[in-house]
């Protein structure tokens, strides 16, 4: 599709269908594909939404560029928010691709008054980024957990918090399971708000930089 003012390529595929080619009219469907994942109707005006994880999942082969960001399995960004944060990871210039968690109920407010806020990074992000970290630290702490430091752009202060890897079905994924609820609390975090975390090579403690969009700017 010509005159596409974003930072990615659409394409309309026409679909002949085996069963019912010499009986159906024409069928379209657009698609929108991203190095192998494909959702349906992505068009303007609509929302991005992640199936298995980014803006696509950087394959394998020889030469392949790495995404700009990275999201959680289902995410939605709406195409504001999408300009939003290519424009601030374009602003980052970071050498890996940032993680971006869209901030929602569970992230910010205590549930049932004994369950912390939590955040999770999702599956993808976890086993191309964090999995080193982790059997680095395992092996030398003999930990399940994984201690991370939080840094806030624009901030002297630091929040220490702790990672633990999880399993749902058949994907691992890291699960905060302390400090969170600090910087979410000070930092005045928001449904809507959107985090950015970049991760910071070698440095020990694992150590991520975490810019915030208002959801009042997107």
């Known amino acids: 599709m010509t005159n596409v003012k974003r930072r990615r390529f659409m394409m309309t595929a026409h679909l ?8 159906s009219p024409d069928r379209r469907t657009d698609i929108h594909s991203h190095h192998g994942r494909t959702s349906t109707k992505v068009a303007d005006g609509e929302e991005y939404c992640s ?14 560029s790495e995404p700009p ?17 290519l424009e601030k990871v ?17 992230n910010v407010h205590q ?16 086993d ?5 970290n982790f059997a680095a630290s395992h092996h030398r702490e003999k930990s399940s957990a994984v201690n991370l430091v939080l840094q806030r752009e624009g901030k002297s202060g630091s929040w220490p918090i702790k ?36 991760l910071m ?7 991520m930089f975490v810019y915030i969009i208002r959801r009042d700017k997107c």
Not at 16 to 23: G, P, Y
Request: a neutral charge; proline letters at 5%.
């Open 128 to 132: 191309r980024y964090l999995g080193e």
């Open 90 to 106: 374009e602003e980052i210039q970071s050498d890996l691709p940032l993680f971006v968690a869209i901030i929602n109920k569970s």
């Open 16 to 23: 002949l269908h085996k069963v019912n080619i010499e009986h």
């Open 51 to 64: 199936e298995d994880e980014e803006y696509g999942v950087p394959d394998d082969s020889k030469g392949a």
């Open 111 to 126: 549930r049932g008054g004994h369950i912390s806020p939590v955040i999770n990074f999702g599956s993808q992000y976890t």
């Open 201 to 207: 090579k070698n440095e020990e403690p694992l150590k």
């Open 163 to 198: 990672l633990r890897l999880s399993m749902r079905l058949t994907s691992r994924y890291f699960r905060v399971i302390k400090g969170w609820p600090s910087f979410a609390r000070e930092n005045r975090l928001r449904e809507g708000d959107l985090c950015l975390f970049k």
């Open 69 to 85: 960001f990275m999201l959680a399995v289902r995410a939605c960004l709406t195409p504001e928010q999408e300009k939003k944060v």
